[in-house]
T-cell receptor, first 111, second 116 residues
């Protein structure tokens, strides 16, 4: 079971790019990396998923180095509404329930 | 719109009572999950189910029970054996396409349970 480590909190200002890194040293060959966003009193929302190299969608980019022992979620030009908790999840998903959520990173965007 | 519906949004339980939290999905997802979240903490897995009439314990199953009689429904019962049930409960679902989930989990909006 891949254990993940993220910073507990990060601060940023509106308009800046934010990079949140997740360490997963014991990631397995079949594991994917998925990032979620959670606002207070809501369920987490899927942001992006990747296996290796770089993945980009309309809201974020995910960078995964060749050794896959870490990953970086990049949020371009954050706004106040991006203030939330961000979770990195690693798992092969072939056996449902074998992925573990860590405590996440609380991102606070200031004006 | 397809999604996951959790009810009720808020639930109050007296000491010694069992309560059942509802979770329904119309996404045709194979797998369903229950998580518990305490203030300022991450999500901890209670139970999960990959197929109808089958489910497995997660990391903190003691004091909880589930059933999966229909693909769309995965109710969670918090029993009197759960000593500290006050928490935010989240239900999720996922596709199991070819044995792998695609696009991760879809979560409901949660049920906040308080013991009074």
């Amino acid at each position: 079971l891949a254990k993940t480590t993220q910073p507990i909190s990060m601060d940023s200002y509106e308009g800046q790019e934010v990079n949140i890194t997740c360490s997963h040293n014991n990631i397995a060959t079949n594991d994917y990396i998925t990032w979620y966003q959670q606002f207070p009193s809501q369920g987490p929302r899927f942001i992006i998923q990747g296996y290796k190299t770089k993945v980009t969608n309309e809201v974020a980019s995910l960078f995964i180095p060749a050794d896959r022992k870490s990953s970086t979620l990049s949020l371009p030009r954050v706004s106040l509404s991006d203030t939330a908790v961000y979770y990195c999840l690693v798992g092969d998903f072939t056996n449902a329930g074998k992925s573990t959520f860590g405590d996440g990173t609380t991102l606070t965007v200031k004006p | 719109d397809g999604g996951i519906t959790q009810s009720p949004k808020y639930l109050f339980r007296k000491e010694g009572q069992n309560v059942t939290l509802s979770c329904e999905q119309n996404l045709n997802h194979d797998a369903m999950y229950w998580y518990r979240q305490d203030p300022g903490q991450g999500l901890r897995l209670i139970y999960y189910s990959q197929i109808v009439n089958d489910f497995q314990k997660g990391d903190i199953a003691e004091g909880y029970s589930v059933s999966r009689e229909k693909k769309e429904s995965f109710p969670l019962t918090v029993t009197s054996a759960q000593k500290n049930p006050t928490a935010f409960y989240l239900c999720a679902s996922s596709i199991l396409a070819g044995g792998q989930t695609s696009y991760g989990y879809t979560f409901g909006s949660g049920t906040r349970l308080t013991v009074v």
